[in-house]
């Protein structure tokens, strides 16, 4: 084969990854396949260096990638070990929302993309509320649907927050809560409370009323298209990242 200048195609050199981040890999393949079920404990850094036929030090650095990835945990002591992660729904909501706020502040993704995301799944989550809801869920919605006018803007904030998580988690569907939690929990930071006049928090009041009654009627198209709604009157009152 004769030899490729600059201007010529030629074959690239595929890079291999790092020992350790193959070793990551191919737990991580096993962790998510099932394979390796929550709760498991895995082989001592000896015995995994020895099955992937690395070093204890690229071991411990592929457990501690995993660790960084919520996928494994270690203890301490006579009892201690590594063991394959139990996440809850919140806890991963709440990691999501910390990574997607730090992806915001640095500018790989914008409000704007936030506001999108959240017009596609929140609406239809009021649908899949007004469906399934149960007669608990819907108390819950009501005890979330509070006049906020007598309550401080700190407070009243919270309720308006509390009315939108309760919606989607009534749904049922904990995908649906995970995937909408992290994107509410960073536009909550980036809206303007303190420039918000009164009149229109009164009419996110009146809103989650009648979104409320739409859903405890079971009526799921208009509990979608006033969510739509009420979003739409909303996506002004949040910042930029380009302010």
């Known amino acids: 084969m004769s030899e490729t200048t600059g201007t010529e195609p030629g074959l690239r050199v595929r890079r ?31 015995d995994l260096a020895r099955l992937f036929g690395v070093s204890r ?20 002591g006579a009892t201690g070990g590594t ?7 919140l806890s991963v909501a709440e990691n999501l929302g910390g990574a997607l706020g730090l992806l915001v502040n640095a500018r790989g993704m ?28 819907l108390a819950a919605l009501t005890e979330a649907t509070t006049s906020t006018s007598a309550l401080a803007p700190a ?24 995937m909408c939690r992290p994107i509410n929990d960073v536009l909550r930071g980036r809206l303007h409370r303190d420039r918000i006049p009164r009149d229109v928090w009164d009419q ?9 009654r739409a859903v ?14 009420h979003l ?6 949040y910042e930029k990242m380009e302010d």
Do not use: C, M
């Open 216 to 229: 405890a009627d079971h009526d799921a198209d208009a509990a979608e298209r006033l969510t739509r709604e």
């Open 155 to 178: 407070n009243g904030f919270v309720v308006h927050w509390d009315f939108h998580t309760t919606l989607v988690a009534i749904t049922g569907n904990p995908l649906l809560h995970l």
């Open 16 to 46: 291999v990854q790092a020992a350790y981040r193959q070793v990551a890999d191919q737990l991580k393949d096993q962790i998510l396949t099932g394979e390796l079920t929550a709760g498991t404990r895995l082989p001592n850094e000896a």
């Open 57 to 76: 030090s690229t071991v411990r650095e592929a457990l501690r990638l995993l660790a960084s990835q919520h996928l494994v945990d270690t203890t301490r």
């Open 110 to 137: 914008s409000v704007e993309n936030l506001l999108d995301a959240r017009l596609i799944l929140e609406p239809s989550a009021a649908r899949l509320a007004a469906s399934h809801a149960d007669e608990a869920g």
């Open 204 to 212: 996110v009041d009146a809103d989650h009323v009648d979104i409320h």
């Open 232 to 237: 739409h009157s909303l996506r002004p009152l």
């Open 83 to 89: 063991f394959v992660s139990s996440p809850d729904a």
